[in-house]
């Protein structure tokens, strides 16, 4: 595995292997790698010539009075992991090499980035959008792998591609959990033990709802009523930032029934912030 940490020289790179005729397959991720981000890693590896991880802890998607400097970082540990995955390139830029001085230029997706953690977490996803959009740029690639447990990501960054015309197909992968449910994320290392029994609240309520919607239950402001109720009280719960039934397409809350449905939580369990979500047929 060759660990490229210049933009300029992964540029090139992958410009030597288009010209040769692979195809690249690419990964974002801020590191701290588990086997959700792996499962992302494995498909890449799999469907392309080439396959490509960034590690980026992008400080221009957090807030300032966000985890910036806190959230975890083990680029010993998923080095480790990616030579095993035989990803061909792990790019892993400095923050100088990403954002000059003089850097100003951003890329905003209007509207459907204000909606659901827009609210709550006003510039993250224009921070997204900008990293994103300049790893695309440096790393070429043919295929994009996202994880579905980031939906309104997912939403957003497909439009990124579409409206910008960029030439990359967006591969959303199924969220990978942990055995009692609890959606992995490189953020719950942060809780206690407490916590963490605790946590599993946001994918229970979440499976309940998509359960009284498949049972046919049509009632959406009573589902949000229990979603809520369960969610509030777990006493280790600190804070609920939102909790509902959404339009997969506009992440407008729904108040009737769709073919497909989207249940999705973003939660506070101490100092964390934790979000999941569920794709529902109905
Ligand atoms: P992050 O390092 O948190 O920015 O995540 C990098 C990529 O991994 C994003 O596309 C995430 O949606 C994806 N990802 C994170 N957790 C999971 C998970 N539990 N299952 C599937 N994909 C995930």
Redesign the pocket.
Known sequence: MEIIRTPRIMRDTSKGHILRGKNIGF?????SL?E??L??VRRARQENDIAVVSIFVNPVQFGPSEDFNRYPRDVEGDTEKLVKEDIDILFMPDITAMYTEDFSTYVEVEKISEKLCGVFRPGHFKGVTTVVAKLFNIVTPTRA??????YQ?CVVIKKLVKDLDMDIYIVV?????EKDGL????RNAYLDSTQRAASTVIYRCLTEASEMIKSGIIDFGHIKKVMHERISKEPVVSGIDYVGIYDPSTLDELSGIKDEVLPAAAIWIGNTRLIDNMLVKT
């Open positions: 990964v974002p991720t801020m590191g588990h959700g981000h499962s992302l792998y996202f994880g579905q447990k980031d990501q992968c199924p969220t990978i959990r959606a992995m994320s490189s």
